[in-house]
């Protein structure tokens, strides 16, 4: 079992950046993909980022702006947003998932309560 706590979220200005953080309670941590989506309100919740155990993989679904990595250490997972938009607007969520890491959200086994991010224009 794997509870995950998000935290960073916030009112954010067009064009600035946030920090979300992801807490893990799982002493295995290090075994799981973590990836983050996100959905606003009337949508889908759609992907973000992911990345491998080992943190040597990630992909995205827009490069450029948004930057995830991990600390298996601090047994937490990151995601830096830059240059954020009024569309990014959205509850986003971290989410583990046993072996390798993807993009679908159906294939993930735990996930946080979510944190609200807002960005004004």
């Known amino acids: 079992q794997v509870q995950l706590v998000e935290s960073g979220g916030g009112l954010v200005q067009a064009g600035g950046s946030l920090r979300l953080s992801c807490a893990a309670s799982s002493r295995t941590f290090r075994r799981y993909a973590m990836g983050w989506f996100r959905q606003a309100p009337g949508k889908e919740r759609e992907f973000v980022a992911t990345?491998?155990?080992?943190?040597?993989t990630t992909y995205y679904s827009m490069k450029g702006r948004f930057t995830i990595s991990r600390d298996n250490a601090k047994n937490t997972v990151y995601l830096q947003m830059n240059s954020l938009k009024p569309e990014d607007t959205a509850v986003y969520y971290c989410?583990?998932?046993?072996?390798?890491?993807?993009?679908?959200?159906?294939?993930?086994?735990?996930w946080g309560q979510g944190t609200q991010v807002t960005v004004s224009s």
């Open positions: 989410a583990a998932r046993q072996g390798v890491a993807g993009t679908d959200g159906n294939e993930y086994d735990y």
């Open positions: 990345i491998t155990w080992s943190g040597g």
